[in-house]
């Protein structure tokens, strides 16, 4: 198995809903990742985790919460999201984090498209 | 500046061109180089890494210069399916045991027949 998986592929919600975003690898890897991508623009980074523990936040809205519940799952529960949160939120997934061991790129779940109305 | 440059095109190649595309990064801490292609509302996916002393996969070509800080992807024989969004990914090492992939804002490539 050599994919990482996402759920659910599409997703609209409204600003005062609570929804979750589901990842899943069974590569064995360590590190997983959560990406958003606007249209046109690159993948930006919001959270990794290393070995099931937060390592990076990269100064993310609390509306955003990711957990990491075992190795091989990786969640982001949203919570009262506005519309310009709207996006394509990617899950990855490496064997380590790039910086302990180098040349490990990612593997990329298909996405989630949110959008928030 | 921005941490991972790259010229976003577009490329309008014919079928059969020779292109080439550059990235310079600005972390001269950085590790590990990349290559993802991204299709239109579809994930990256890793093309090659980038190694100092150059690596060729089939048609596609990756070089880096790390004097230069700077990283090239050339692609022989260009093909209608090669018509894409290529990404230049940069390895930034952060404190401690900490590391992140910085993407670049990507090229793209659109080959005619």
């Known amino acids: 198995d050599t994919e990482v998986t996402q759920t659910p592929k599409h997703l609209v919600m409204g600003m005062t809903n609570k929804k979750s975003l589901k990842c899943e690898q069974h590569m064995g890897h360590r590190a997983m990742y959560w990406y958003k991508q606007k249209a046109k623009k690159p993948p930006e980074l919001m959270f990794v985790?290393?070995?099931?523990?937060?390592?990076i936040n990269e100064s993310v809205p609390s509306r955003f919460s990711p957990e990491c519940p075992n190795s091989s799952l990786l969640n982001l529960h949203l919570h009262a999201l506005q519309p310009e949160d709207s996006a394509l939120y990617l899950c990855a997934s490496s064997q380590d984090i790039p910086g302990l061991v180098d040349n490990y790129g990612y593997t990329f779940g298909s996405g989630t498209r949110l959008t928030v109305v | 500046r921005k941490e991972v440059e790259q010229d976003p095109g577009p490329f309008n190649v014919p079928e059969g061109a020779t292109v080439a595309f550059n990235c310079t990064y600005s972390?001269?801490?950085?590790?590990?180089f990349f290559w993802y292609r991204q299709d239109c509302r579809k994930e990256p996916k890793l093309l090659m890494s980038v190694y100092s002393s150059g690596n060729e996969d089939g048609r596609f070509t990756a070089q880096l210069n790390r004097a230069s800080q700077y990283i090239s992807l050339l692609i022989r024989d260009s093909k209608l399916s090669d018509s894409a969004t290529y990404l230049c990914?940069?390895?930034?090492?952060?404190?401690?045991?900490?590391?992140?992939?910085?993407f670049g804002q990507g090229t793209t490539l659109q080959v005619k027949p």
């Open positions: 990914v940069v390895n930034f090492r952060g404190s401690g045991n900490t590391g992140k992939l910085i």
């Open positions: 985790y290393s070995y099931e523990k937060l390592s």
């Open positions: 972390n001269s801490a950085s590790q590990s």
